[in-house]
Each structure stands twice: as structure tokens, then as C-alpha cells.
């Protein structure tokens, strides 16, 4: 059963289809992932979805358990369950690591904020008193930015390039959290451009220039990697090479 569908959705800006007749259905309690090159639309897909500011004048629908979201903001569509995990985490100046996972878990026990910072290889003892600032690297910002995923038990979550600045080891962390997260029922939806990420999927999208242009089990959509560009039709194509790889 599809939990977010997405129907026929367009999004302009500055008069160019960024996302151009989007149909995608989303089930429930899988991994996704949405795939391509840079410029394809992808986090402007993720923050669509979310409906940050300047990303809500669409047409089409977007559809969660059945009902319109696309007119709801930001914080209504989060109170349904949906959270964004970002590229770049935020910084919060004054703000700790255990009452940043505390605030996103409703106020969960000192316990469980511990159990979610181990989860993401971190020592709470080293970690849970320390400000989420400009003291901590990007990739340390990233795990702790997946442990208040983790607290937050969501129903929907995207993950915009959950692998940016994160090292070889503690890539495995974030692989951890993701079977985590599907395992307490959890849908994933992964923004990425790795092949390593992509291989967590259990289905996968290929966006090319706003549209889809590929979709189905994660195997089929893995010669993307290999070749960087797979055969289509998409309107950007010159008609001389057509029948190539775009």
C-alpha cells in the first residue's frame, strides 16, 4: 500500500520546470530511493514534499494515506508523521546534543536518547552534553542529526544525500539506522547519487531533468552507476543520439 503518492506534480521556478508531471507511489514500510544526476530535481523533490518555502506553488497533488497534503505547511505535514533529514545539518548555537534528540522525540527518557546515540556509534558520555554547533564536524552533526530520526520514530522520512561527509566507518552507522528505522515501520526515502546508498533500496526512481525516466527494483536502475546515463527519450536528448546513452 502506498503511504505518499505523488500525482502529476509540477513545480516551476523562475519559469523552468524543475519537476516536471511526477507520478510516484511511495509503500509503505520499504526503503526507496530517488536517483540522478546533479541538477535532476532530486532535493528539490525532497523539500517539495516537506513543502518548504518556495516549494509549495505546485500543481498535481501530493497524497499521504490517501489525503491532500499540498496545501498543509510545513509543521502539519511533520505533526503527520514526516520529517527531513538534510544534506547539511542545521547548527543550533546553545542548543545540546540530548535536548536537540530529546526535542525531536517528544521528551523521551534519558535512556532511550543514550540507546539512540549508540545506535549512530557515538558515546553518549562524549556527546549528549555538547552544543550542536560549529564544535562538531559535519559528519558528526550528520550521525546526531540520525539519532533525533531515531527518537522521532517517524512515519515518512527523507534523506537528502545521507552519506555527505560522512567517512567509510561511520557510513555503516547510517546503513544501521536505516534497517532500524524500516524495522519499526518507518517508510525511507533516500536522496542520493551513490551507488553504496541506492544498494540499501529495496525500489528506486531515476530523475532526469525533473522527470522520471526509470523506476523498479534496485537492481534495475544500478547500470545508472556504471554508465552515468542510461538510454531514454527525454526531450533533452538531440534527436542525432537518441537511440545512445543520453
Known sequence: MGILEVKNLTLSLN?????????????????????????????TFAYTLMGLKGYTDITGDILF????IKKLTINERAKLGMTLGWQEPARFEGLTVENFIKAAGNGRTEIYIEEALLKMGLNPSDYAKRAVDKTLSGGERKKIEMASIIAMNPRFVLLDEPDSGIDVSSLENIFSALSYLKKNGSTVVLITHSLAVLNQAEHAFLLCGGQI??????????????????????????????????
Not at 15 to 31: A, M, P, V
Not at 65 to 68: C, D, E, I, L, V
Not at 234 to 243: A, G, L, R
Open 213 to 246: 525516466v526509470d523506476k523498479g527494483e534496485t537492481h534495475k536502475i544500478r547500470p545508472y552507476f556504471e554508465d552515468k546515463c542510461m538510454p531514454c527519450l527525454h526531450k533533452n536528448v538531440p534527436d542525432t543520439i537518441i537511440e545512445e546513452d543520453c
Open 65 to 68: 494515506n490517501g489525503k491532500s
Open 15 to 43: 519559469g523552468k520546470n524543475i519537476l516536471d508531471r511526477l507520478n510516484i507511489d511511495f509503500w509503505e514500510g520499504h526503503i526507496h530511493a530517488v536517483v540522478g544526476p546533479n541538477g535532476a530535481g532530486k532535493s
